[in-house]
């Protein structure tokens, strides 16, 4: 954390939800591992060296599968 961004990591076993609310973005940085990250019904592939932004408001997402990543907020 910094004045800036706050940033927190995450292992995923098998499923987790997150939501991204209207105070920020998230910036998502696939460290480890495998899976699909779901928004708003549409899926996508995600591997170790992804990044993914998600805008704010966008709200419920889902990871699934074996995942470490760093998630970057305001």
Known sequence: ENDYFICTKYDVLSSMKKEVT????????????????????KEMYIKKGDSLFIPAQEGVYQIEGTVSFIQTRL
């Open 22 to 41: 209207l105070e920020s973005f998230q910036a998502l940085t696939i460290l480890d591992g495998e899976g699909k990250i779901i928004v708003d019904d």
